[in-house]
């Protein structure tokens, strides 16, 4: 056996270069022909590599957490001053946002007003990352056996993450909204004007297809606008940063640094959309 498998493995490692070329062009002529089952391929690989990859994500996690307790305890002092000022401005807003939701009830009261459905949602945790320079996802350890399905607005206690874009047994992956595919309908808050938030693989996206009229100021929010049923309405996105060559770009809320925890949000308008909730008792946002 051994006299055997000598000049193999000296065959495989003389021509190793050459088949994993080989290897890597039949599965891209693949891809092309047969992209369902590529694509199930590789939600099961992914679903079988989720335990091995939440066992790992663990450590990096708490390493994660460790530094930014030191981070805020070095800069404690700083904190406690910004936040004592930024309370005393909320408690102003907090008294005039009290008022304004009183007025809200009383109109939407005296116009009969028809209010969306609160989305349930489950809370998964991020267990991968596929970062790069022309991949923008990462991977929850939630899926389709959670009640999981394409197509779903995915948020953190910033704003809008992205959507799902495929979903395993146990596994989601997730397309941000800084990724070459992403197209997420959205508003300009203040104005109501309509676009399409565009992402390109930079840390900016772009707002796309506005109105020759529309005038976008750096600073203004942006939120998205429930265009298509699948997302729900006034989601904050992020804020417009400048205008470049006639077109906005926005500085998502979302630091993508510190992913972690995520909801992932079941919204269906009634008689629109199929009502497949999800499965775990997660409760409605407010």
Do not use: C
């Amino acid at each position: 056996m051994r006299r055997l498998a000598l000049p193999v493995k000296g065959w495989v490692q003389r021509f190793a270069f050459v088949l994993f070329i080989g290897a890597a062009l039949g599965l891209m002529i693949l891809g092309k022909t047969e992209t369902r089952l590529i694509e199930r391929l590789r939600v099961t690989i992914t679903d079988l590599a989720a335990p091995v990859l939440e066992v790992l994500s663990h450590p990096a996690a708490a390493f994660t957490s460790a530094a930014e307790e030191m981070r805020q305890l070095i800069d404690l002092h700083g904190e406690n001053q910004r936040l004592r000022a930024e309370n005393t401005r909320l408690r102003r807003w907090h008294a005039v946002a009290q008022t304004l939701e009183q007025e809200n009830i009383a109109y939407k009261e005296l116009l009969n007003f028809v209010d969306d459905p609160h989305p349930a949602f489950i809370t998964a945790r991020v267990i991968g990352d596929a970062g790069g320079a022309f991949v923008r996802t990462v991977l929850l350890n939630a899926g389709s056996g959670d009640g999981v399905r394409d197509g779903q607005a995915v948020i953190n206690a910033d704003g809008l993450v992205g959507r799902v874009v495929e979903t395993g047994q146990r596994t989601a992956r997730i397309l941000l909204l800084t990724d070459l595919n992403s197209r997420i309908p959205v508003v300009v808050e203040q104005t109501r004007v309509s676009a399409i938030l565009a992402g390109d693989n930079s840390d900016e996206p772009r707002l796309a297809y506005l109105p020759v009229n529309a005038v976008i100021k750096p600073g203004e929010r942006i939120v998205t606008s429930g265009h298509g049923g699948m997302l729900p309405p006034g989601l904050p996105v992020g804020v417009v940063t400048a205008m470049v060559d006639g077109v906005a770009r926005v500085r998502p809320f979302v630091d993508w640094h510190t992913l972690e925890y995520m909801r992932v949000l079941d919204f269906t308008l009634p008689g629109v959309l199929p009502a497949t909730r999800i499965a775990e008792p997660a409760g409605a946002l407010p």
